[in-house]
């Protein structure tokens, strides 16, 4: 099936800095999403991106629908402690329904 | 809160039995999918029904079988369990079939 390449798989920071991840994809997709998933909860729906260049924000968090419509990057600015997490991408395929899911950066921030 | 109910939250049983999960989407959702996410595995996508009919099938094994009944709840069964069936089954929702998806809080099987 459809592969989405997540990186980093984990990261540990500082509290304040600054954090990027990203998601590829080998085929063009129509719609971006991203997720933060706590430890035995559901995902929860951060930003969604449904135009390719379309820059979005969300507080302290930015994401952006690539260009080439294969890839999409989040950014976290001066991150603090509830931030740890699992963050997911998920993207729809232009050929069918099926969202595809990234296979998450775990970030843990230090206080 | 994600306006997606699932129940339960917690399912205990043994191998070989059989379990049915539901899941209500947000009001105005007619679009429900289910994942399973494993011990430290991403979410892999089963199956997916839109107002009522199924739409997209994922790796969703044999044993395991989902319908969406005309009040848009769904149920997902899974048969014959085996210890590896244990894991996080979650229900998404999203008002069309292509639309942001929000989950629900997931249901935690465990097959002893």
């Known amino acids: 099936g459809q592969q989405l390449n997540q990186s980093p798989q984990s990261m540990f920071i500082q509290e304040g800095e600054d954090v990027s991840m990203n998601c590829t994809s080998s085929?063009?997709?129509?719609?971006w999403l991203w997720y933060k998933q706590d430890p035995g909860e559901g995902p929860v729906l951060l930003i969604a991106l449904y135009k390719a260049g379309e820059l979005t924000s969300n507080g302290r968090l930015t994401a952006q629908f690539g260009i080439t419509r294969k890839d999409s990057f989040l950014n976290i600015s001066a991150s603090i402690p509830s931030d740890v997490g699992i963050y997911f991408c998920?993207?729809?395929?232009?050929?069918?329904?099926?969202?595809?899911f990234g296979t998450g950066t775990s970030l843990t921030v230090i206080p | 809160d994600s306006g997606v109910t699932q129940t339960p939250k917690h399912l205990i049983t043994a191998t070989g039995q059989r379990v049915t999960l539901r899941c209500s989407p947000r009001s105005g959702d007619l679009s429900v999918y289910w994942y399973q996410q494993s011990l430290d595995q991403g979410l892999q996508f089963l199956i997916q029904?839109?107002?009522?009919?199924?739409?997209a099938k994922g790796n969703i094994l044999e044993r395991f079988s989902a319908q969406q009944f005309p009040d848009l709840h769904s149920e997902l069964n899974l048969s014959s369990l085996e210890l590896g069936d244990s894991a996080l089954y979650f229900c998404?929702?999203?008002?069309?079939?292509?639309?942001?998806?929000?989950f629900g809080p997931g249901t935690r099987l465990t097959v002893l």
């Open positions: 998920a993207g729809l395929s232009n050929t069918g329904n099926q969202f595809y």
């Open positions: 085929s063009i997709f129509n719609t």
């Open positions: 029904y839109y107002n009522g009919e199924e739409r």
């Open positions: 998404a929702s999203s008002v069309v079939g292509q639309g942001s998806q929000f």
